[in-house]
């Protein structure tokens, strides 16, 4: 089993920028496609970013040129930076791994407030 933990969230600025952390334990994690997926209230949830094995990436549209994902293969984790945020940004992120044929696994989620 592969247990996600994420963290780095929390109340910013508009414009501010933070680094979300996504932390895998139970198995390593360097053979699944990693994802970021965020949902806000009300709203369904919806793919941010990808990365895969090999260290390709994927963005939403609504994202691209200000967040970038990465994963750190030695440490099992990946990473969300996010510059420019803006309060349509404001959702509870959540760290996915997919490998083809298998059910996910999700993260509990983290909250990220854009708020002035």
């Known amino acids: 089993q592969v247990q996600l933990v994420e963290s780095g969230g929390g109340l910013v600025q508009p414009g501010g920028s933070l680094r979300l952390s996504c932390a895998a334990s139970?198995?390593?994690?360097?053979?699944?496609?990693m994802g970021w997926y965020r949902q806000a209230p009300g709203k369904q949830r919806e793919l941010v970013a990808l990365?895969?094995?090999?260290?390709?990436?994927t963005y939403a549209d609504s994202v691209k040129g200000r967040f970038t994902i990465s994963r750190n293969h030695a440490k099992n984790t990946v990473y969300l930076q996010m510059n420019s945020l803006n309060p349509e940004d404001t959702a509870v992120y959540y760290c996915?791994?997919?490998?083809?044929?298998?059910?996910?696994?999700w993260g509990q989620g983290t909250q990220v407030t854009v708020s002035s």
């Open positions: 139970g198995r390593r994690c360097s053979i699944y496609t």
């Open positions: 996915k791994a997919d490998r083809w044929a298998y059910p996910p696994y």
């Open positions: 990365i895969s094995s090999g260290d390709s990436t």
